[in-house]
């Protein structure tokens, strides 16, 4: 106990993709500053040490959930632009997923089941996930499985929202008409049975991120985690590999603001727009960052490398009638 890795890894739904910052506090996609807030109070009490007397090993382990999970959580949804950032990285994130879907992409836990078809499915996820924030954290031993539960809502709600159609329905069972016997499978020249039906096809394996891509999805990572160093440098081989995609010098103009390099910020802002001008959403993130930047306060240039606009005032040397010295001015000029 202790260590990072004892922390639990959510393995379904969004969380299977990023950080599901939502489903760790129980609260919808949807909700505002106060639900956040008090799924955060609702999860802190859950694991206050209080609740693990004379259960040391239990104790240390609520203390890890909320240091790991709960908290980090809290911090960036609770901030409005930390919330703002990673609500566009889920979007993006949502978007990439949609350009080459995996078979497996729509959950399929009894949780999601019918969401789809419901006619009002946006107040039925909110009535779904506020119905099991309420049992999330009341047991240690199915926190981990509701959480899960919750992050595969979160999927649902992101893909319908985005426009998905991949969603899978239930075969409809088919009964042949009274009278009309069952075939019975039909025997090989060698005595066996052949097959009554064709084997299904194999599914279509999961598409594979190129190495741009894969550097992509780690620079988000880092951003999120407020490793911006490390996050340019990914970025900076995601380009190299890819000079033409416009999301990924949007990103690295984010993490370069983020260190308060305005312009370098600035010049993968306009890069982005370049690249995809025709890209209405792309457009609208570059012109919220460039905004950021033009409000940021001038780096203060230090004193001694100051350079003056106007030239250095020359003092004139003394005139020659002049050069007699004190004498020659006391007594006026020589004959």
């Known amino acids: 106990m202790g260590s990072h890795s004892d922390v639990p890894r959510l393995s379904r739904g969004l969380a299977r993709y990023e950080t599901d910052h939502f489903a760790i506090l129980g609260v919808p996609l949807t909700a505002d500053s106060k639900r956040i807030r008090r799924g955060y109070l609702q999860a ?46 889920l979007k993006l994130r949502i978007q990439r997923l949609l350009e080459s879907p995996p ?5 399929t836990g009894e949780t999601v089941k019918g969401l789809a078809e ?6 039925e996820y909110v009535r779904r996930v506020e119905k099991l924030a309420q049992e999330q954290y009341s047991s240690m031993a199915t926190l981990l499985e509701k959480t899960e539960q919750l992050s595969e809502l979160n999927l649902a709600y992101l ?36 097959a009554s039906s064709p084997v299904p096809p194999t599914p279509p394996p999961t598409p594979q991120l190129n190495p741009a891509e894969t550097r992509f999805l780690q620079a988000l990572d880092m951003i999120e985690r407020k490793q911006y160093r490390v996050a340019i440098q990914y970025l900076n081989f995601a380009i190299s590999a890819e000079p033409n995609v416009a999301r990924y010098y949007l990103h690295r103009g984010i993490a370069h603001l983020k260190q308060g390099n305005a312009g370098m910020a600035k010049a993968d802002f306009l890069q982005a727009s370049r690249l995809e001008p025709g890209n209405a959403e792309l457009m609208a993130e570059v012109r919220r960052w460039l905004q950021q930047v033009t409000t940021q306060p001038p780096v203060p240039v230090p004193a001694a490398s100051r350079q003056t606009s106007q030239a250095q005032k020359v003092v004139p040397p003394p005139r020659k009638e002049d050069s007699g010295g004190f004498w020659s001015r006391l007594f006026g000029k020589k004959k």
């Open 103 to 107: 078979a497996d992409l729509w959950p």
């Open 118 to 123: 419901s006619p009002n499915w946006q107040e």
């Open 44 to 89: 802190a009490k859950a694991l206050h040490p209080d609740r693990f007397v004379g259960d040391p090993e239990g104790a240390e382990r609520a203390n890890l959930l909320f240091a790991k999970l709960v908290n980090p959580a809290n911090e960036v949804l609770s901030k409005e632009r930390e919330r703002s950032e990673y609500e566009a990285l």
């Open 159 to 194: 893909l319908l929202k985005a426009g998905y159609k991949g969603i899978p329905t239930p075969a409809a069972k088919t009964t042949p008409p009274p009278g009309i016997p069952t075939p019975s499978p039909s025997r090989t020249p060698l005595g066996g049975i052949a």
